[in-house]
């Protein structure tokens, strides 16, 4: 019997173990999820960063480089008046189109991030949610191991209250 309860409070401290290390583990790939998504807010806020900045010095750059030009042809005794100043304002056109679709590159690249960011996010709930269960069903796992090994020991006791010796009301058929 000693040996039983021995066996039954070692599982016990087996299953919590178990179930410890389970938890913690799920644990742990919840706060990796939660590190992984702040990491995409990061590179989703640095992308628009960057495309502000590249859209900036397009603009500044198309707007230093049509000046130029016009300087250059006010020097050269050339009016701006008609053809070459619709060039220099085609010229302006496509510089901001460019400075436009610098905006619209970052601000695709930040949304994938924040949808991968998202996505991690649902990832750690799941992973806290998987960690909580995973211990309770280790534990009940266990409880349950528990139970049948108890009732396959009080079956290999047949006790009987039809005891055919006298003063012991109960005996033990094996």
């Known amino acids: 019997m000693e040996m039983i309860a021995i066996q039954a409070v070692m599982g016990g401290i087996g299953a919590g173990i178990s179930a410890y290390g389970t938890y913690f583990e799920g644990k742990a790939s919840e706060n990796a999820a939660r590190y992984n998504a702040n990491v995409k807010d990061i590179e989703a806020q640095i992308a628009e ?3 502000a900045y590249k859209s900036s010095e397009i603009v500044n750059r198309n707007r230093y480089k049509t000046h130029l030009a016009a300087a250059g042809a ?3 005794g050339l009016e701006l008046t008609g053809t070459y100043r619709d ?6 056109t496509i510089g901001q189109q460019d400075a436009d679709m610098a905006i619209y590159e970052g601000s695709i690249k930040a949304y994938g991030s924040r949808l991968t960011a998202s996505r991690y996010r649902a990832d750690a709930e799941n992973y806290g ?3 909580i269960i995973g211990a309770g069903a280790k534990l009940l796992g266990v409880a349950a191991s528990s ?3 108890a009732s396959s020991l ?5 006790f009987s209250s039809s005891g055919s010796s006298g003063d012991i009301p109960y005996e033990a058929n094996w």
């Open 49 to 51: 960063e960057q495309a």
């Open 74 to 76: 006010i020097e050269s």
């Open 87 to 92: 060039m220099l304002r085609q010229s302006t």
């Open 129 to 131: 949610k998987a960690a």
């Open 147 to 149: 139970m049948n090994k």
């Open 154 to 158: 009080s079956s290999d006791f047949n």
